[in-house]
């Protein structure tokens, strides 16, 4: 596979004297149209074997655009807050806004490779990890993004030969690190490594560019051709899309009749909604000797030590004044407040806009050993976003498996996931507007959206319907609450999250 | 000092039930204005001894305001991220946007109390801990922040009981742990150490509240009070002060005749600008032996074990085309990706305009054993946006004494810090304006806002003038650097770091 890139390419100096200036010209171009469209953010990974110019790369593309808009994201071993996260974490935190561009030295590739070579993986969780990147590429290019990953190759023989070179000057015998010549010695295995890398992750959303790194006029102008094409690419794709399909608001409807599988409502008479038993209820005295009982159980849970293995996310959605804020509530008296975090999700600000929707999640998930309180969550995106028509039906459809991979990555790292969703009927939600209305210090917690929701509750019962269908899984499974009676509701999420955590526990 | 919070103050559910409604609505009245507002951000400190309600005091703030609006920042032992970095700059990262409240369990009284407590502090560096805090609440305060510091007290003997009794009652028992015990055990250290803080920190601009925990409602209604209290007294004197001095636009020349001292621009015939040689002059080859020399130096220097346990800041600021960006790149050449970050600083963005103005340069500090690079800092305070007007000039008067206090505070932990001021003539700089405007791929370089400041370079000047003569102090001195001739100007650059790293270490 990197035959190609073994034959000696080489480019006189008079042909990238005539063709650089142009490509740069091209790049600020496309550069300030990227930044005048803030629709895409441009990742390109710079990889390679040692001495085939990958630093110098890096440096080249920081001289190509207007450095002030690219930023070079260095293959650090990770932090200790890295550490106790999912591995993508630290790529997800590093990714730019919309608009920028980001140089990753190896990338997300660097800790699986890096692993690989070390023999701290084999070959079948190796593959397993390139499997999660090429889901994880996907998901980005999806969201507006650009991926252009560099391999740059060189013989052995070469790369020897460049790195005696280096070390005779004295003018660059500094480059050289011991690290270097170490890596030099692993050629044989680096580069299987790298072959079956490059094979397996050369996606159509996200080719590799293998570049044979032996001559820098030949190299540079092979960078620079690639960025023109692959930033214009998009660029035409954006300008296409834009012109076929001019934005129609949604049809009303469009949720219902369509949809794969047909929401379950039409399936049958019943469905999980209507099979809720709202009447269940929990007696004030009852009540009054439970939570006590539960909130104990999950303050000592919150202190054993095998806790610290493991992060937890509890997470609330449900209709308006369904008792999310009073069952959280409840949750968190329980806790020391250097165990959990309650983060309250309301409307990206617009330096969330500009990354992929998952990233303001993933700002805040919780170290290993933390407790996480989403109130409302990445579920927006298939309730509220779907229902109000904030998206194009594809893209919260995607959204779906995009979810489950999210949960699936976080479960993987040992992450506890709870999901609760709180149900109220329609006559209690308008009772407990009313109250609230009542209440000078609850008044603000009504707002327009509120009654504007309670219109949309049979859409939104749908929505509600096919999130359950499609992303109760036995990974992270939906607990329905019935919130008719708080007492009930209160007990029920509390005892729900004990059990949930006991049993990761075993 | 505390004797007053040891008189058995109780209140009885009558008078709480009367009162607590009307706070509560006042209080929600009052975030309102503040979220409207978006001028004021309100630190809540809580802290005090065990028992005596400071996490009641915490779920109790967060049900007496939106708790969408509020962050609760625990007190944690520093990770690792944070412990390579100056101690406040966690506290810098957490401090909640304009309008929004945080509370704080301890803040940052925490580790410097916590330090005395276990004596690894005497006396003495504990008085400089708190003259930092009172430093750091000053700034905030000037910055609008409302900083409202609450101490809860209790007496030994009340304490012991408060305890006892939670243990006693199996559904109240799991509040109480070791770690409570241990301190009750602490109790008269604790207080002294506690008395010594309250007295040294409660200034004018953030006083202390010493509130007895005896008993709940009267410290939920002390509590309530205060912060109606406090945040209505804001937004009085916030009401009063854009009564009184309406926004004029600042006169055309502000910055020059006033301004205590003079600029030195008027003292002599010569000033730092004028003594400058921009005849200064490299030779091509001269140039290109000197690069290599230094640049291997650095990168030598780069990856001395020594350097571990610095942070270093390259600190570039200049006049437009001075050769900024042509200097970096030398430095940054020279170095592994991993050991540096460029940090170009441009207009804040929004999520930076709500906090004080040298939060967005603390959110990129480097860790120890790592260089930032910072193209443009902290410094546009007291040059662009002073010369521009774009600041009232009391507030960039105020900014020389807090940028010389944060950057005491880097070198104190161990931060190598060189600043670079870079010179053109402005008929070179014109030259170099023309050049790049030829230039395609240079052009985008070239603003409105080039052309705008030539026109003010007489300002320009002054400010430079009065910044050096401010903020060059020994701990972190300017570089002037000629810029005339780009050779020598970049050999001074890559020199004059290498012998600040290597004069620090020694």
Redesign the interface.
């Known amino acids: 596979m990197f035959e190609s890139a073994e034959i000696g390419n080489r480019l006189d100096k008079a042909a990238y004297d005539r063709e650089m200036?142009r490509l740069?010209?091209r790049?600020?171009q496309l550069q300030?149209e990227l930044i005048n469209r803030r629709s895409t953010e441009v990742l390109i990974v710079v990889n390679g074997v040692v001495g085939a110019g990958r630093?110098e790369t890096?440096?080249l593309i920081?001289?190509l655009f207007?450095?002030?808009q690219v930023e070079?994201v260095?293959?650090?071993p990770p932090?200790?807050?890295e550490c106790c996260r999912p591995p993508m974490w630290r790529f997800w935190r590093s990714l730019p806004a919309k608009g920028r561009i980001g140089v990753y030295?190896a990338g997300w590739y660097g800790p699986p490779m890096e692993d690989r070579l070390k023999r701290r993986r084999d070959k079948a969780q190796f593959d397993m990890e390139l499997e999660a990147i090429k889901r994880f590429e996907q998901m980005v290019v999806d969201e507006g993004a650009l991926v252009i990953k560099f391999w740059f190759h060189l013989s052995a023989k070469e790369q020897k030969k460049r790195l005696e070179a280096l070390e005779a000057d004295?003018?660059?015998?500094?480059?050289v690190?011991k690290e270097d010549w170490k890596r030099a010695g692993a050629y044989r295995r680096i580069r299987n490594i790298a072959e079956r890398t490059v094979r397996e992750t050369s996606t159509g959303v996200a080719p590799w560019f293998v570049i044979e790194g032996l001559d820098r006029s030949y190299r540079e102008i092979a960078v620079a051709r690639t960025l023109v094409d692959e930033i214009s690419r998009v660029i035409a794709a954006q300008d296409e899309a834009t012109e076929q399909k001019p934005k129609l608001p949604a049809p009303r409807k469009a949720a219902r009749r369509r949809g794969d599988p047909p929401p379950l409502t039409h399936l049958g008479t019943t469905n999980v909604l209507s099979a809720l038993d709202l009447g269940l209820r929990l007696s004030k005295d009852d009540y009054k000797q439970a939570l006590?009982?539960w909130?104990?159980r999950l303050?000592?849970l919150s202190?054993e030590k095998a806790l610290r293995h493991h992060g937890v996310i509890a997470l609330f959605e449900g209709y308006d004044a369904a008792g999310k804020?009073g069952a959280i509530?409840r949750v968190?008296?329980?806790l020391?407040?250097?165990f959990y975090?309650?983060v309250?999700i309301?409307a990206p600000?617009?330096?969330e806009r500009q990354h992929p929707y998952l990233w303001r999640f993933w700002r805040h998930m919780p170290p290993r050993g933390r407790l996480a309180i989403f109130?409302r969550s990445w579920y927006g995106r298939v309730l509220v976003e779907r229902v109000d028509h904030l998206l194009a039906e594809p893209v919260w459809r995607r959204a779906y498996a995009e979810i489950n991979e999210l949960e699936q990555e976080l479960v993987d790292s040992d992450m506890i996931i709870a999901k609760f969703f709180m149900v109220v009927s329609p006559e209690e939600q308008l009772r407990r507007f009313r109250e609230r209305q009542k209440?000078?210090?609850k008044?603000?917690?009504i707002t327009p959206d509120d009654w504007h929701n309670r219109e949309k509750r049979a859409d939104y019962d749908d929505a509600v319907i096919e999130m359950i269908a499609r992303t109760s899984t036995e990974l992270a499974p939906w607990c329905l609450v019935e919130g008719e009676d708080k007492n009930y509701a209160r007990i029920k999420v509390l005892r729900t999250l004990v059990e949930t955590i006991e049993k990761k526990l075993g």
């Open positions: 200036p740069r010209a790049l600020i300030t630093s890096a440096h920081g001289e207007d450095p002030r070079v260095p293959d650090l932090n200790d807050e030295f004295n003018e660059t015998s500094w480059r690190t006590p009982h909130q104990g303050a000592r202190r804020g509530r968190s008296e329980a020391d407040p250097r975090r309650i309250p309301a600000s617009d330096e109130d209440v000078a210090f008044r603000y917690k």
